[in-house]
């Protein structure tokens, strides 16, 4: 049953082989990787605004060289990860060129803070998009907990069945959310060159104003920089392109760059050519459509394009995320599971985990994830700053080709990054303080998780030059755990007997039948005449203290007589998984307790008809 | 740390021996297992009255005859109760007495019935004792549902740590609510008797009105019976009494009897007096209270009691639905864990079985029960009629004492019950419909699960009179799965050694990595010359599939040998319990696919410093 349900939704396994057929064209990889980032420019320029407002209408026109700033900023970033992509194909961007130039420690920093962040992107994006949906079918507002979460499971589904197949259902909403910003930011300007809008700006460019200051300007600056987020994810899933890997996901980032850099000029050259204002109840973007457009069926499909490229920038971070969590497990920082491919070749451990967490947020929260936002920037632009820095230390060790050019793109970049971390922490202190306790905490599992894997493979190293150490038994002591006297018994008495040089039958009986097991004893003593019967009283109702205590005992015996000892616990199997349900779990029980014993326990399988 | 976290809630182990301690005194049993019934005098009178107000307020004076019809049916059920407790003191009441006297498949409706019942029971008071806590407190409301589940979870702990020590907690509310009562109509009588508060009934007693009809008064009727759920509690718990167990059951059902029924008469007489008319905002128990105590002190205690009672309510399922499951397990009918006791002597899996039944409930309804309530009634009234009706059977059959007399209670019991359901299932068809939908389903359950433990039992017993077919292996071959070299791996070999005659070491080898597959092979054969090494090749990255045909092919050949099969996983054991989650769960899944086998799974655990 479960097996047919996950067929149907993830699809058939596919071959180790196959995985070359699973890889990203540049289109498709636009299409997964893109949507975080170009979504952005739905609330980027409305950032800038409403932090500019402050300071009254006057200093809107502020906007425009602020843009630029951003815009700079994008560049630098851009190119600093193209290069990035470049010197360390092996996918894991900020996470691998922190490490391998600042030291694991600061690498941990730039990991853990991605990793935190593509879990609240997914959980912010999807609760926006849930918001969309209900903002046009307000029937379903009180389900929008169990939408949000539909969502997910759907987005994790998706990318259960590997990366292309999700690739090829997020075309749609990322080329149709394109093609109509190209259209309105054309129409736009189509219109001013023509004279049939006219300039309405609430302030001219140079207008001089009381409250201008450089804390304005930083607050407004940082804002506006959160347009920034998903430009990273890139340089996380360059393993996931086809080869040639690296050049086609510098192609891919330099692509959506630039799209996103046209995005973000011309929307914010009409917000300011347009004079618009932040309202409550409208959204900056949805005003310049409804200039543009009027109110015809293009502003609803602007509108409809919008809703779905929110839905979707959530899918950045299941691209993103398990590549990540794959690269920490590889160095031993998170759990072996993580490096395990699915039946369809995706990550399907980081999948699973995401999701849960972002249903988590999504819960905690009630969906309103917004509070969230400027979670997003800190942790975004710690792993930036960290790896564009960590690229100077590159370029000053290998000194080959335009090194110098190249350092300085990245000088640049790892400047205005960390300039903008600083004015994150001194303006924005009140929203962004739970970084300052998740980090430290994240850091000690990842240490933990660390020093564990080290450990173990240290102490259970065979080392090639010492003599392995063996051992040689004289002979196997069986203790068979018998409850009753069935075909199950007789077949594992059998069975011990075949393995075993003494066999000790050792059976629990407790207060509330003395009779029953007493005429047990008999009966299994008349039919095993040649096997040890031990009878061990349990004042409580649990077998499995006074078994522990007993087997230690057998422990200590065979030890003497250097045997080994294994532990055979008889069970039988049902012909339907469900009926195991009634049979007591009692084995299972014994089973885990004997874990922590020097012994090796064994199951006897008897396979029922029924 | 769980352990601990138990200890703390449920309390340290007790022996099965202490038994006797845990058990219960009338005054005890009376707070444990009355609250449910008293607790419906809340709503009994309000339930008639709105029944009869379709008729205008003409018609509640019917009320009075109604109500001694429901203390006639009252009286009758009680008398009949108290002779199923003698009868049949192993407990199960109304289950085993249809069950013995028309049949298991009627037993089973009874029993199935009752078992929903308690669930329901559950829900739907939890949810009013909710409701009374966020109407004192409306800072509350939007908490309501998480209010609920935490009382279910109080009552699911309290019932684990034992029947006594839950007694003793809820003695408080039970005779706090008494008490109040008690007072009320004490003070009620006196001031209509002191001409305090003067006659001011709607109607008098027998003025005629034109739509009297035997559909309304039915209708009122079996609207008003639901009041006498939960009388049938303590016949399901006879084995939780102190010796002589039938006879202090058998008494505190008479005094819970006699309170409820001097309950029901007074508040429905000073409802009649008063002239109480249903309001949407207050209910009838309180108006009466109102009336009563004025608007001081007293009044609010009353309501306070109100509001424990019905929350404790719940607590009456708790006891009844574990034992009612205990015999539906014993006859074979469910599954076998409801026959285990917990550490404190509890059947905690009934316990928390019927937690989570009632959680579900509170959660598919989001606390709006109430629309449950007409289900009680069906559930509880087809349970009496089948065993009242059962009981003439048994006494016909037994012919002994006063057998003539008693069978005319039964009789009565009977007949009234059996005209209940028949006008429920009339009158109210369009709420109690579910009923006829759970009840079947119910029933296919339960003879699914009867007819598998008999197949099994069957199946696997040991004839007395047939010599038990007994094998002698010539040896035994064990295979052991080797994933790397290390000093588990040495430490497997050498034990498999010991219990084998011939060991083959098998290895799942990938398309990933084949040269470390090769180096693996080499170093392997080097290090242990003696053990044969086969290397399996998986295109997918299961290695259960592989694993589990190699098993298959070496199991034929073992049998052509007359030799066991044992599969050995070595497996190393971290020091801490949270470090198992970051090892492969490869093993695990293995050991579950290779319980299909007709093999010996066998563990070897090593144990780890770290």
Redesign the interface.
Same mark, same amino acid.
């Given at each position: 049953m479960w097996r047919y349900l996950k067929r149907l939704v993830i699809g058939k396994?596919?071959?180790?082989?196959d995985e070359g057929s699973q890889k990203l064209s540049r289109g498709k990889a636009l299409a997964l990787l893109s949507s975080d980032a170009l979504s952005s420019v739905a609330y980027g320029t409305e950032q800038i605004i409403t932090a500019l407002l402050m300071a009254g209408t006057v200093a809107l026109w502020w906007q425009l060289p602020i843009a630029g700033l951003v815009l700079l900023l994008l560049a630098a970033i851009t190119l600093s990860y193209r290069q990035i992509i470049h010197a360390y194909p092996g996918g894991g961007g900020a996470y691998r060129v922190t490490a391998k130039n600042w030291g694991q420690k600061a690498g941990l920093v730039a990991g853990g803070s991605l990793l935190v962040d593509y879990t609240l992107t997914v959980a912010v994006s999807v609760a926006s998009g849930t918001e969309a949906i209900t903002s046009a079918l307000p029937g379903l507002r009180p389900y929008s907990v169990l939408i949000a979460i539909g969502l997910i499971l759907l987005l994790m589904a998706l990318n259960l069945r590997g990366v292309r197949e999700s690739a090829g259902f997020l075309t749609i909403p990322v080329f149709f959310f394109i093609a109509m910003v190209v259209l309105m930011i054309g129409m736009g300007l189509y219109n001013i060159v023509t004279g049939q809008v006219t300039y309405n700006a609430t302030a001219a460019v140079g207008t001089s104003f009381g409250s201008a200051s450089i804390v304005l300007f930083m607050r407004a600056f940082s804002s506006g920089s959160s347009s920034l987020t998903g430009v990273e994810a890139i340089s996380n899933a360059v393993p996931n392109f086809k080869e040639p890997k690296a050049k086609n996901a510098a192609a891919t980032l330099s692509i959506m760059a630039l799209i996103l850099a046209f995005f973000f000029a011309g929307i914010t050259f009409l917000s300011y050519w347009y004079g618009i204002v932040p309202r409550e109840e409208v959204t900056v973007l949805s005003q310049i459509g409804m200039v543009t457009f009027g109110h015809g069926v293009l502003f609803y499909l602007f509108q409809l394009a919008t809703a779905l490229i929110l839905a979707v920038a959530a899918n950045t971070g299941f691209s993103a995320f398990p590549q990540l969590a794959y690269n920490l497990a590889k160095d031993k920082y998170m759990?072996?599971?993580y490096l395990?491919? =699915?039946?369809r070749l995706s990550y399907s451990n980081g999948i699973v985990s995401l999701a849960l967490g972002a249903i988590a947020l999504v819960l905690i929260f009630q969906g309103s994830t917004e509070q969230l936002i400027p979670l997003y920037a800190i942790g975004v632009f710690v792993p930036f700053t960290l790896s564009q820095s960590g690229m100077l230390r590159h370029w000053l060790r290998e000194r080959e080709g335009h090194w110098r050019l190249k350092m300085t793109v990245n000088f640049i970049g790892a400047l205005i990054s960390g300039i903008l971390v600083i004015s994150l922490f001194l303006l924005r202190f009140d929203v962004i303080w739970p970084y300052l306790v998740v980090m430290p905490v994240l850091m000690g599992i990842f240490w933990r998780?660390h020093l564990?894997?080290v450990?173990?493979a240290d102490? !259970? %190293? /065979?080392m090639a030059k010492e003599r392995?150490?063996?051992? %040689?038994?004289s002979?196997?002591t /069986?203790v068979i755990l018998v409850s009753n006297?069935?075909?199950?018994? /007789? =077949?594992a008495v059998?069975?011990a007997?075949?393995?075993?040089d003494q066999v000790i039958a050792m059976h629990v009986s407790?207060?509330?039948n003395p009779q029953k097991e007493r005429d047990l004893g008999v009966k299994f003593k008349k039919?095993f005449p040649d096997v040890r019967y031990v009878d061990i009283h349990s004042?409580?109702?649990?077998i499995t203290e006074p078994a522990v205590r007993f087997v230690d005992e057998i422990s200590k015996n065979a030890k003497e007589r250097n045997?080994?000892v294994?532990i !055979?616990i008889p069970s039988?199997?049902?012909r339907h998984g469900w009926?195991n349900?009634?049979?007591?779990?009692n084995s299972m029980r014994l089973h885990n307790a004997l874990?922590? %014993?020097? /012994?090796?326990?064994?199951?006897?399988?008897?396979? !029922?008809?029924?």
């Open positions: 396994p596919l071959k180790t082989l759990p072996h599971i395990d491919k =699915g039946d998780i564990h894997y450990n173990v102490e !259970l %190293r /065979v392995v150490e063996r051992h %040689r038994y002979g196997s /069986v006297l069935t075909k199950v018994t /007789v =077949g059998d069975y007997k075949s393995i075993g407790f207060d509330s039919e004042s409580y109702r649990s045997h080994s294994t !055979l039988f199997v049902p009926q349900a009634l049979h007591n779990q874990a922590s %014993r020097d /012994v090796a326990v064994s199951i006897y399988y008897y396979h !029922l008809k029924h």
